[in-house]
């Protein structure tokens, strides 16, 4: 007696809207794996919020001297660091690891500008600042001078409370010059983080971290890489951005990064500061200063224009006002306005690359670190 056929189900292939369904949660997940990997940074208990003070080590030692972490605010921890933070390791100081450090320099009138940034790019509390370092591998803190003014002092304090977020440099603002506030915010950030990069930022430009995120993971066959939007400044003798430099001979200063954002690679951060203040030349201009200490040393100069453009794209880093403004004029609204344009805020960039990642089957096939994923896929990227 023969069988009857046994009956068949039609298969039924995927359509494009399930595909498109299963490729976001890959997406998601390569995103998480990422953020579990890059999140080693920032994980402590209590406030983020840090009082530099500078000390000298006893025995004419040059190294780091963290005294500890202690009590002495309710709202700042204090961290005690010798002005020459250049052997950290050798003390046995715990660093808290971290892709880069991005200081963003910021002073007592620009209360306004952190309110637009923390409604922008940049995390406005602990658990989103917890979460951006979790994404990117970037840690985030506004680096101040501290102050003499009563009224002031309060209200940064009043700050520091709501938002948990400064890196407060144990010198007085106002006598502060730009360069030696970023000498000091480099020995600070070097002597609490180990970092690839100390990224130095001001509080007028529009970025995108998980763009400046994927330019620092590149890799990079210099140990000393300076890395910023490259300038000369064609009048470097006049206003409205370059103070008089009665020095300086000939009409340009010597190459430079645009004020706006440069980064340090970690070897080049490690001997700059074991230089100490007193043997650095100060010009009145904080970024060709730091451009002609990296003239003085083996240094790659990395140029990026997608650090200094002047209209959002969905390439741009940083954009800024250069040369009208050394960031956005009239940051303080112009910050909010760019952050509404789609192109700014919303234009794709992790979720692209972890989509990558799934067609090239690196996420499957490789046990490689988060970061070492995201060198292999500029590779073969470019």
Known sequence: MTSSPKPTLPIRKPNATTLITFQIIFVLAAIFSLGVVFGQCGRRGGTWSVRVIWGKSTGGSR??????ITNGSDLL????????????AELGVERHKAMAF????????????????????????QRSLLRMEEETGLA??????KTSDKAQAQELENEVLEHDDFMVLDMEQERLKPAYKTLLFLRAAY??????????VGDDIYLRPDRLSLLLAGDRSHPQTYLGCMTRDEDPLGPPLNPYEKSLVGGKYLLHAQRSIYALSTDLVANL???????LRMLGSEDATIGAWMVAMNVSFEHNALLCSSECSTRSIVVTDFPS?????EAEEKLLELHGEETCSKSP????????????GMLANHKESGQEKLKHALREKH
Do not use: K, Q
């Open 191 to 200: 002597a609490l983080y180990d970092c690839d990069f100390y990224v130095r």
């Open 102 to 125: 991005v200081g963003i320099m910021t002073g007592y009138g620009s209360a306004g500008r952190r309110r637009s940034l923390r409604s922008t790019w940049m995390p406005s509390d």
């Open 77 to 88: 921890r204090d961290v005690r660091v010798n002005v020459h933070a250049d052997e950290v």
């Open 325 to 329: 403004c050394s960031g956005l004029c």
């Open 349 to 360: 960039t992790i979720a692209e690359y972890a989509l990558r990642f799934l067609e090239w």
């Open 63 to 68: 190294g780091v001297e963290v005294v500890g």
């Open 273 to 279: 500061i074991s230089l100490g203040h007193d043997r």
């Open 140 to 145: 985030m803190r506004f680096v101040i001078g």
